[in-house]
């Protein structure tokens, strides 16, 4: 199984900050890297897909780069709506597995 | 806009058989992969399974002893059933699709979640 490992953990911010999650795998994935966003009660909803393509509908500030091992999820100013659970998962190969999550909270 | 909609008993005895059908609406269930997600109270995502509309499927291999999924194109759904079940199997289960795009794979829809707890 490929591990997928993301940091921070948790992180503290405000609105309108600029942050950064950093997800890695065990292999290389190549591009094969997609992030979701959780609220509390809810099921994930896929933000990015191929590393970098924002999926439909989902607000430019927020951006995916990386490839192989290295991935990045990044919004560029934080609002109200987007403190939450962030997930990488891999889609490379089967079983399909996720980072074990970012929380995003408020400072 | 597809939908996706979990049902089953919300509580299941020891050694006992889970049992879950997601029900698809709003689009057909002859194409992508239809999975199954499950997450434990605080904590993370775990991947089950998957099964194509042919029948064919891929199971997490940590749970593929105990995992059996089935479908029925006819009525729109897709069936989970996890045997010999334990504590360790209480969790949240969504069922999910598995959008193909070009060479990328995304969990695109999701179903809203239904509470299993295991107990006597």
């Known amino acids: 199984d490929i591990q997928m490992t993301q940091s921070p953990s948790s992180l503290s911010a405000s609105v309108g900050d600029r942050v950064t999650i950093t997800c890695r795998a065990s292999q290389s994935i190549r591009s094969n890297l997609n992030w979701y966003q959780q609220k509390p009660g809810k099921a994930p909803k896929v933000l990015i897909y191929?590393?970098?393509s924002l999926q439909s509908g989902v607000p430019s500030r927020f951006s995916g780069s990386g490839s192989g091992t290295d991935f990045t999820l990044t919004i560029s100013s934080l609002q109200p709506e987007d403190f939450a659970t962030y997930y990488c998962q891999q889609s490379y190969s089967t079983p399909r597995t996720f980072g074990q999550g970012t929380k995003l909270e408020i400072k | 806009q597809v939908q996706l909609q979990e049902s089953g008993p919300g509580l299941v005895k020891p050694s006992e058989t889970l049992s879950l059908t997601c029900t698809v609406s709003?689009?057909?269930?002859?194409?992508?992969?239809w999975t199954w997600i499950r997450q434990p109270a605080g904590k993370g995502l775990e991947w089950i399974g998957r099964?194509?509309?042919?029948?064919?499927?891929n199971y997490n291999p940590s749970l593929k002893s105990r995992v059996t999924m089935s479908v029925d194109t006819s009525k729109n759904q897709f069936s989970l059933k996890l045997s010999s079940v334990t504590a360790a199997d209480t969790a949240v289960y969504y069922c999910a699709r598995e959008t193909q795009w070009l060479v990328q794979f995304l969990f695109d829809s999701w179903g809203q979640g239904t509470l299993v707890t295991v107990s006597s």
């Open positions: 099964i194509y509309p042919s029948g064919s499927t």
């Open positions: 709003g689009g057909s269930i002859s194409s992508n992969f």
């Open positions: 191929d590393a970098s």
